[in-house]
Every structure is written in C-alpha cells, then in structure tokens.
Nanobody
Framework: QVQLVESGGGLVQAGGSLRLTCVAS????????MGWFRQAPGKEREFVAA????????YYANIVKGRFTIARDNAKNTVSLQMNSLKPEDTAVYYC????????????????WGQGTQVTVSS
C-alpha cells in the first residue's frame, strides 16, 4: 500500500507559477514511476506529466510541455510539479499517482492515487 498526499495548490493569476508536491509513504517509493494528472469540472481526467523511478525519463502532455517540469527526490519520497506561465485552462484538481511499472501516460496503469489539490488560475 502506498499513501500519497498532494499540496501546493491554490489561486494564482494567469502567467503566474505554482509548485505542487506529492509526498509518498508506505512501500518503497524509489522503485515506482510517478505521474501527475488533472481533472477539470465536467471533463475527463487527463495526463499531465510522468517520471520514471530513476528520474531519467520524463513525459509531458503537449499542452504543458515547456511550461511544467516534473521532478522527484527519492531520498525524501517526493515528486513535484513546477508549473509556470499558468493559463486559466490549467484550472483543475491535480492528482499524483504511483505506477509499479514504467512511466506512462495511461491513467489506468497507475496503482495508487492521491486525493488531489485544487489549482485555480484567474484571467
């Protein structure tokens, strides 16, 4: 079992930045790929970014590429998502997730999920 707790969400103006952090506890964190997903009201959950357990491989959704950066610190059992140049369409609940396999953009391959943190970007 792995427990995930996200933090760092909030209200920010368009063009601003936020840094989300996800702290994992439970089983060995360093061997898991991690991902960030988001879900806006009335929309499907969508992939944002993923990182391999070594941190050597990352994937980004095209709509966030160049603006968001995923990183992990296995010593601290954390994964972060630095979000710059935020847009109103980035407004959503952001979730981190753990995958015992390889880093992937497919939500159904993730085994554990956090409760989410709200990000609201005002225009």
């Amino acid at each position: 079992q792995v427990q995930l707790v996200e933090s760092g969400g909030g209200l920010v103006q368009a063009g601003g930045s936020l840094r989300l952090t996800c702290v994992a506890s439970g089983r060995t964190f360093s061997r898991y790929a991690m991902g960030w997903f988001r879900q806006a009201p009335g929309k499907e959950r969508e992939f944002v970014a993923a990182i391999s357990w070594t941190g050597g491989t990352t994937y980004y959704a095209n709509i966030v590429k160049g603006r968001f950066t995923i990183a992990r610190d296995n010593a601290k059992n954390t994964v972060s998502l630095q979000m710059n140049s935020l847009k109103p369409e980035d407004t959503a609940v952001y979730y981190c997730a753990v995958n015992s396999g390889a880093a992937t953009m497919r939500a159904y391959e993730y085994d554990y999920w956090g409760q989410g943190t709200q990000v609201t970007v005002s225009s």
